[in-house]
């Protein structure tokens, strides 16, 4: 729906659509385990990477990490930082250089791992160039957090994503409070798959 695309063959989706479920990311749930605190809460970081949106600049990327290290201290909650594909090699260094010693972070890519912090995941934190991951994060119904950076240029498509997941009650800009909330888990692949089922038969595809 961000995308501002309307026609008679279009059908819009919240968000992006993906290949997460619920099943998968809870068959995995006990990946990580041995690894985690289970007296404390659990936080996932989910870090994206630059592009030609955000460019993940040194001093972005400190205060973002300091700002969500000194929020969520390590006597209450447990940080589990995850990155992605797109990822920087440097921007991981950073992210354990900070973390590490009293939380994990996860230097390489482990899908395993990304689905069992989603499972265990009290909170999760996403960077907010990633609507992708964004909207895997609201499968799981738990609050999600968009850790908010400075952009290069105009990002209207983005601003529309995030007012309309603001609006659903699923995510929030991550400030310098912690709270709680609920929603509605969205799982557009199931809404929007019968459409396509239908819309096809119509058209005499199938």
């Known amino acids: 729906e961000h995308d501002g695309l309307n026609g008679k063959n279009i059908i819009s989706s919240k968000g992006a659509l993906h290949y997460l479920t619920l099943k998968e990311i809870e068959k995995n749930h006990n990946y990580l385990g041995d690894k985690i605190n289970k007296n404390k809460q ?49 921007v991981i260094k950073k992210a354990y250089n900070t973390f590490s010693v009293n939380h994990l972070v996860i230097k390489k890519i482990d899908k395993q791992a990304y689905l069992s912090s989603l499972a265990m995941a009290d909170y999760v934190i996403v960077t907010c160039d990633s609507t992708s991951m964004i909207s895997e994060a609201a499968v799981t119904g738990k609050p999600v957090y968009m850790a908010m950076m400075k952009p290069k240029k105009s990002i209207k498509r983005f601003k529309n994503f995030f007012t309309q997941f603001k609006d659903l009650g699923i995510a929030r800009e991550l400030t310098d409070s912690i709270d709680n909330w609920s929603y509605d888990k969205l799982d557009e692949v199931n809404r929007i798959a019968p459409l396509i089922k239908k819309k096809m038969k119509s058209n005499g595809i199938i």
């Open 42 to 90: 659990q936080i996932l970081l989910v870090l994206g990477g630059p592009n030609k949106y955000y460019s993940y600049s040194d001093e972005q990327i400190h205060f973002m990490f300091n700002k969500i290290k000194n929020l969520f201290t390590p006597d209450k909650f447990k940080i589990v930082v995850i990155p992605s594909y797109r990822t920087p090699e440097d």
